[in-house]
Each structure stands twice: as C-alpha cells, then as structure tokens.
C-alpha cells in the first residue's frame, strides 16, 4: 500500500488563494489478483537442491526472484506443477511468484540454504 502525506504551513500575507483535490490513494493494486491462484504450493522450504511447485491452477510461468524482484529463473509452460534446481542459488531468500492462465499472480517466500 502506498500512502501519502502532504504537510503545508504558511504565512497569511494579503489575498491568498491555495486550492487542493483530495484523492484517495489507499486502495492496493493487484490485490484482487494475488487472491485468485488457489493452493499455490512450494516444497520443501528451506531447500539446497530442488523445489516443486504445485498448484490446482494450470501454471503458465515461474519465476525465482531475488529479493529486490530480479529475475534470476523463468519457467514457462503448461503444467500444474514445476520442479526448479535452485542449488546454484547463493544462500538467502528468494521469492517465487506463479502466474496462471489467466494472468492472476502469486508469490511466496522461499529459502535456500
């Protein structure tokens, strides 16, 4: 959620006209999409060699992220689950983010050790 504070102070000096618009900025984006991929599943978590991915929805790409959302691994492709070698993988924690065939996106954390 992103939210934002605007703080104004002046002086009244004269005829002075300060016009604002209000605007709501804390509706979440994409949040609507993240609920929809049922059982997403990733096993076993911690991990130092393979990972499978499960889910009841048909996947159309995987993605391994680093944690500042780089790109590091993508799988594309129909199926239902996905097993990636993450053992080339530094030490630490990634995220993993599914997309489905209907463009509806999830992501969880995963940690490899």
Same mark, same amino acid.
């Given at each position: 959620?992103?939210?934002?504070?605007?703080?104004?102070?002046?002086?009244?000096?004269?005829?002075?006209?300060?016009?604002?618009?209000?605007?709501?900025?804390?509706?979440?984006?994409?949040?609507?999409?993240?609920?929809?991929?049922?059982?997403?599943?990733?096993?076993? !978590?911690?991990?130092? @060699? #393979?990972?499978? &991915?499960?889910?009841?929805?048909?996947?159309?790409?995987?993605? /391994?992220?680093? +944690?500042?959302?780089?790109?590091?691994?993508?799988?594309?492709?129909?199926?239902?689950?996905?097993?990636?070698?993450?053992? !080339?993988?530094?030490? @630490? #924690?990634?995220? &993993?983010?599914?997309?489905?065939?209907?463009?509806?996106?999830? /992501?969880?954390? +995963?940690?490899?050790?």
């Amino acid at each position: 959620m992103i939210a934002f504070v605007y703080r104004f102070t002046a002086g009244h000096q004269g005829d002075e006209v300060l016009n604002a618009d209000q605007q709501d900025l804390l509706s979440p984006t994409g949040h609507e999409d993240l609920l929809s991929v049922k059982n997403f599943n990733a096993y076993p !978590n911690p991990t130092s @060699g #393979i990972i499978t &991915i499960l889910s009841q929805e048909e996947l159309s790409c995987v993605d /391994v992220m680093d +944690i500042a959302g780089n790109r590091i691994i993508s799988l594309s492709g129909k199926s239902y689950n996905q097993e990636i070698d993450v053992s !080339n993988l530094a030490r @630490g #924690i990634y995220l &993993i983010r599914v997309t489905v065939k209907d463009g509806f996106c999830a /992501v969880k954390k +995963i940690i490899v050790n």
